[in-house]
């Protein structure tokens, strides 16, 4: 027994000290950037889908998160593009279905750019192009795929989650950027 409530407190004691990751509270560049984008964004649910990319969330600097949130962003939309490149070959003898998958196809083709572009920038040290790249990247550049959504030609849960987190992580890079300081 002894043996037992030893092992009990040394574990309880190693949780204490060593806390997992996903018990720590969002770091405090996360937690600026979304309370600056809290009117676009729920504040929870950017700190949490931030605070899930470990890049991001290991982050120590403005500039690193600034870089971070943009791979994500490549990444994530890169994943939903291949989503819809599934669903264009399932669906390629609807004429409409098509249509709209291959208006998002090009909205996430421009996000990708705009955001590579930006990142390109960013490690030049050229700070406003990318903020603009950024802007492009989570507003203009998803405005089609958000429209044949809306007008619900296209009801994939993916596409829809897809093009609320490219618009997180694109805006959440705008604001990061501009918070670095000049080189």
């Known amino acids: 027994m002894p043996c037992s409530i030893s092992s009990i407190v040394f574990t309880a004691l190693i949780l204490v000290l ?6 720590a509270s969002s770091s405090p560049l996360i937690k600026d950037i979304c309370a600056i984008i809290k009117n676009n964004y729920n504040i929870d649910m950017c700190d949490k889908t931030l605070e899930s990319e470990p890049g ?3 982050a120590r600097n403005m500039y690193d ?14 994943n939903t593009r291949h989503h819809i490149e599934v669903l264009q070959k399932k669906n390629s003898t609807n004429p409409e279905a098509n249509a709209a998958l291959n208006q998002c196809h090009s909205s ?3 996000a990708i750019g705009s955001t590579r572009s930006a990142l390109a920038e960013v490690e030049e040290g050229e700070y406003q192009t990318a903020s603009y790249d950024l802007l492009l990247a989570a507003t203009d550049a998803l405005l089609n795929c958000q429209e044949v959504v809306a007008s619900k030609v ?10 609320k987190l490219a ?17």
């Open 56 to 58: 991001v969330a290991s």
């Open 108 to 110: 996430y083709d421009y």
């Open 18 to 23: 060593f806390p997992t990751p996903h018990a």
């Open 65 to 78: 998160l600034t870089v971070e949130i943009m791979k994500s962003s490549i990444s994530r939309s890169n």
């Open 167 to 183: 618009r997180l992580f694109g805006y959440s890079a705008f604001v990061a950027v501009d918070k670095i300081p000049p080189p």
């Open 154 to 163: 296209i009801t994939d849960r993916i596409i829809v989650r897809g093009n």
